[in-house]
């Protein structure tokens, strides 16, 4: 999967010429860490492989739905350990950062996913893993942890080898074995002593976890509760744009260096999916007008789990089916006699030039209007465009409205959690 995304991004690259070279080693300044997208000529997982403009848009969009299908089962006391469940490994990485792990420090690349909690790296010895891995022998600091650590209670399918703390997942049609460890990880310049991560030494089967994960998430084991003292539960991204392969975004942790002018909406929690970031959606805005939306499609009920998120790991916002159906809707009206077609998962796309009204999402207390870039998808060749949005697959059971990537480019995302904070500033990501 992550090969299409890949390829997909490589022909939106390919029809841009900015003529920019990209720095892949910003040196570190404080608690800033530089995010890559995952097709950026700085990205080893880059693919060579090219397909055309509608089959990488087509297959996008099923990597989204398995995305939603993770994001849905995300229910509460599945989503605690420090370790990804199958559907997040298998998971396209869609950004990577760099992270410095032991003593003296080896850098790897990991994902990026503000929607999970785990930390999980490919380990010395691993058999079947891709990419890089962490040479434990040579970390003077780190260690294993033992069999009665309160953490090895949170893994799945624990077992002991020796005195160590050991545990196998499955996923789809394979498996990984990997053992509970810490050691010094280290972001941008921020030693973290003993974080605690699964250090993955086998895997089976046909989908290879390439690079490590960092979750982002709120949940009890995250990087944002294992640096609670550092970062006080306080960090913000910006993504760059896919169009733009050669710029890059950042990660800033801690509440220092956050931009102050910047809008805020609350963040809100919900107890079945404890690590997203939800906020309160109130409405959609389609040009000037207001779209008629049943409340209920924005409903955030802790009971169920329903409401908004914002995550990283998606790529097109998905909207409840009575919210999409209702902004599609208003879109082709704004459109006139403009003739529809559809691409795959999107439904509204034009192959002549279009003029498109703007499109705003209404939060309590604050109104994000985006711009073209952030709701139309445009091929790299010809004229087709299409409005980057989709309706939440039917096959999920929960109602859940998805902020996603496509949407949140070239804008600052601060989270705040100690303040149940959510901000969004325009920021070009370079
Ligand atoms: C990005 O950087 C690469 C490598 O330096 C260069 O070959 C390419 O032309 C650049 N692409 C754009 C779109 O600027
Ligand atoms: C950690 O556990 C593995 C597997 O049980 C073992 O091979 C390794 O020597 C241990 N490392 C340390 C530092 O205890
Ligand atoms: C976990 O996987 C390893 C390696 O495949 C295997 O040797 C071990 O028996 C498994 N442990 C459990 C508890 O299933
Ligand atoms: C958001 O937009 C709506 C409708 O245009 C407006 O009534 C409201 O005051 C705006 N909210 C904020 C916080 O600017």
Known sequence: MGKLLISLAILFFSSVALGITPNCNIPEQGSTIQVIHVNSPCSPFRSKTHLSWEDTVLQMQSADKER??????LVAGRSIVPVASGRQITQNPTYILRAKVGTPPQTLLMAMDTSS?????????????????FDTAKSTSFKNLSCGAAQCKQVPNPSCAGTTCGFNMTYGSSSIAASLVQDTVTLATDPVPGYTFGCVQKATGSSIPAQGL???????????????????????????????????????????????????????????RSSLYYVNLVGI????????????????????????????????????QPAYIAVRDAFRRRMGNAVVSSLGGFDTCYTVPVTVPTIS????????????????????????????MAAAPDNVNSVLNVIASFQQQNHRILIDVPNSKLGVARETCT
Not at 372 to 379: A, E, G, P, V
């Open 117 to 133: 909690d785990a930390a999980w790296i490919p380990c010395s010895g691993c058999a079947g893993c891709g990419g890089t891995a």
């Open 285 to 320: 805005k389609v040009g000037k007008g207001l779209v008629k939306i049943p409340p209920t499609a924005f409903a955030h009920d802790p009971n169920t789990g329903s409401g908004t998120v914002i995550d990283s790991g998606t790529v097109f916002t998905r909207l409840v």
């Open 68 to 73: 939603l299908i993770y994001l849905s089962s």
């Open 214 to 272: 960092l979750g982002l998430g709120r949940g009890p084991l995250s990087l944002l509760s294992q640096t609670q003292n550092l970062y006080k539960a306080t960090f913000s991204y910006c993504l760059p744009s896919y169009k733009s392969p050669n710029f890059s975004g950042s990660l800033r942790l801690g509440p220092n260096s956050q931009p102050i002018r910047i809008k805020y909406t609350q963040l809100l929690k919900n107890p079945r």
């Open 361 to 388: 999402f209404m939060f309590s207390g604050m109104n994000m209007t985006l711009a073209q870039d952030n709701f139309l998808i445009r091929s790299a060749v010809g004229t087709t465009s299409c409005l980057a």
